[in-house]
């Protein structure tokens, strides 16, 4: 999990203790693409790297 904390939106922080490193669902992500079969664009592949990835914090969550 990473904690990232705003101070009044001017400076991002993150805080590397909270960082640790897992699946990055990269994986996932060319498995859809190839069944897809065919180009997505830029967009497409972001929203759906955004669903794997929200799935595997749920995923953590319930752990």
Do not use: N
């Not at 101070?7 to 990269?26: C, F, H, K």
């Not at 693409?33 to 997505?40: A, N």
Request: charged share 30%; no cysteine; glycine share 6%.
């Amino acid at each position: 999990m990473i904690t990232i904390g705003y101070d009044a939106l001017r400076r991002p922080e993150v805080d590397a203790s909270q960082i640790r490193l897992g699946e990055t669902g990269l994986e996932e992500l060319i498995q859809w693409l190839r069944e897809s079969g065919q180009p997505q664009s830029l967009e497409t592949l972001t929203y759906q790297y955004i669903a794997i990835l929200r799935e595997k914090v749920l995923e953590e969550k319930e752990r």
